[in-house]
């Protein structure tokens, strides 16, 4: 049956004659939406349907109501959606574009999945299973991926707030545990400038955890600077070995 598409594909005008060529994948029509009779050039917009699935890693069992955000390439959120009773959210996003999924529930350790460009339209589905919080806590620490500062900075990137809330969700998991935060920096920079920042990264660390409403005297911090290298490489440390002292650690002290 006909369906009229409304702006900016059909209009009040006299569109009409609409030819399709599927070697060049493209429309032609005429209109006199311009004042004039013309020949218009129509592409078509490739559509594509993103179906994420939450399950529990260990169990397989869906994870209905978990949050799966939807990103860009520059990791800008487009969308949050909570999961159906079948754990799925679905996304319409266009073709030939990557993106990312992130997935957080309640209990669990929250999950990223990278979604590679797709050329052609359809339905393409992500599983997505999350790993019981659990799993981050050791006897001596809450193990997390690196929290990332941007240079010379120290307040907390949506990138290192998507790991504290890892840190969150194990303290609401475990209502007796009690963190404390060291921080550290890798040896680059003065030895008192160097204390003053993991000071600040320590408090920042501190502070967003609190905002998230754990109780202030379930968690304390402390920068200590490069004073506790995970590399003792000195003047001769590689890009790597940096990266690996300026780190932040979570320690169980309760």
Known sequence: MPQNLG???????????????????????ASNRSGNDDLFLAKPLCGLELIARVTDAKTGAVLAGAKVSILDTQNNVMATESADAKGEVSYRVECGKAYTLQASKEGYESGTFPVGSEPKGGERRVDAPL????????????????????????????????????????????PEMVIMVKAHTDSR??????????????KSTVQYVISKGIDRSRITGKGYGETEPKVACGDSCTEEQHARNRRSEFLIVK
């Open 131 to 174: 790993d019981p919080i659990e799993k981050i806590i050791t006897p001596t620490e809450v193990v997390l991926n690196p929290i990332f500062f941007e240079f010379d900075k120290h307040n907390i990137t949506r990138e290192g707030a998507f790991e504290l809330d890892k840190l969150v969700e194990a303290m609401k998991a475990r």
């Open 7 to 29: 702006k900016p594909v059909t209009t009040e005008k006299d569109d009409f004659s609409f030819t399709y060529d599927k070697e060049k994948d493209l429309g032609f029509f």
């Open 189 to 202: 920079g003065s030895d008192a400038y160097n204390m003053t920042l993991s000071e600040r990264r320590a």
